[in-house]
Structure formats: C-alpha cells, structure tokens
C-alpha cells in the first residue's frame, strides 16, 4: 500500500513567485493535515481537512497561503506571493478517523522549499 | 497554550551507549504525549505514545514515561545502534484543544551515533 506522498521533493524558488504544493494521503484516508519546519524549529500545525472541508485552518500564517482538497482526495497548498521566511520543510499527513486514541497518523516525508 | 521543550542537539554517541533526549511539556488538559522520529530521506515516523499518565510507551528498544509530576516524557534506549541516528521529535496532542492529530511538537534532537 502507498503510504502518504508529496510533491515535489524540493522547491527552490525567487521571492514574489508563486508555489504549490501537493499532498497525496493513503487512499481512504479522510483526514489530511499539513504541517510545516520552518528553520529547524517546531514542527507546527497549519490545517486540518476531513474529506474537502477544512475542520481547523488555525495554523495558517496568513492569507498568502491558500489549502484546497477538492474532491477529498489529494491536497494542495499554493503559497502566492512566497516570501523569505516561508522557507522551511512542509509535511502532509493523513489518517483513517477522526478522534480515537488509537488512531495513526502517517507522514509524508516532506517538500523542502527554499524561498531566495 | 500547551508547548513541547526538548534538548537541543546534536547528541553524538558511540555505539552500545546509554541514550537519554529530555522532552518537557506544558498543557492545560490532559493530553497524550508522542515520540515521532524521522530518518534520513523520510518521512516522520511515529516511535511510541502513551496516552495517560504513568503510562510507559516502548518500541524498537525505546522507551518513554509519562510523568504527570514532572510533566516530562523523557526518551531513553539502552543500547543505541547506528541505525538510530535520526531526528527525534517529541509531540502531545490534546482532545479537548484541537484533537488527537493536531500535534504540538518540540524542535527536535538531531542523535548522530558512531561506529
């Protein structure tokens, strides 16, 4: 089974430019958060979708960062004008249910975007 | 608000030895306490929780306490390998503030163990 995947790997980009980010959870997994590192510090939670509805966006830093998940499936997070201090790793992560103590929630293994 | 202190990095030990990464909390309800890990190349991993407190979390030969008095959940393994050389992340989540998947992690303890 696929486990969690991102793309791309690695985003180099100039500031003022625009990038986007892509999430795709395991296949039935309706829950799908973002998370990101921003200069080797905490990892820090930007939002949280079940299936397309944004259940909690209170991480998100500002309005230069849009998420979507239409459809349920695969996410994007579009970060448009990409300034310096958004440089950092961005983790995706999904998980089967919402709630129980027993729930597994499994990572992607991250985009590292570097803004110039 | 709840927050994760951990010990800064990088902690370098020879193999076989004693392994001991700090992790401090703060939280206002009673929430679950998690150690992630994350390897070279991938993703995070999670390495064991425990939920209440007193509860001891263990995988792979590691293994945490929940200690409510000392609001700590302190990451220990006997016997590291070099194959442990990672990043380590301690994490808590709280039901009542955000659910059990809205994570709240320390900065991470980068071990690097040699031969």
């Known amino acids: 089974e696929a486990g969690v995947t991102q793309f791309p790997s690695h985003s180099v980009i100039e500031k003022g430019q625009t990038v986007t980010l892509r999430c795709d959870p395991i296949?039935?997994?309706?829950?799908l958060y973002w998370y990101r590192r921003v200069m080797g510090k905490e990892i820090k939670f930007l939002l949280h979708f079940v299936k397309e509805s944004k259940q909690d966006e209170s991480g998100m830093p500002n309005n230069r960062f849009l998420a979507e998940r239409t459809g349920g499936t695969y996410s994007t997070l579009k970060v448009q004008p990409a300034e310096l201090e958004d440089s950092g790793v961005y983790f995706c992560?999904?998980?089967?249910?919402?709630?129980?103590?027993?729930?597994?929630?499994?990572f992607g293994s991250g985009t590292q975007l570097s803004v110039l | 608000g709840n927050s994760v202190t951990q010990m800064e990095g990088p902690v370098t030990l020879s193999e076989e030895a004693f392994l001991t990464i700090n992790c401090t909390y703060t939280?206002?309800?009673?929430?679950?306490l998690f150690w992630y890990v994350q390897y070279p190349g991938e993703g995070l991993q999670l390495l064991l929780k425990a939920t209440k407190a007193d509860d001891k979390g263990s995988n792979k030969g590691f293994e945490a306490t929940y200690r409510k008095e000392t609001t700590s959940f302190h990451l220990e393994k006997g016997s590291v390998q070099v194959s442990d050389s990672a990043v380590y992340f301690c994490a808590l989540s709280d039901l009542f503030s955000g659910g059990y998947n809205k994570l709240i992690f320390g900065a991470g303890t980068r071990l690097a163990v040699h031969p």
């Open positions: 296949s039935g997994h309706d829950n």
């Open positions: 992560a999904s998980s089967l249910r919402r709630g129980a103590t027993n729930e597994k929630l499994f």
């Open positions: 939280a206002t309800g009673y929430p679950s």
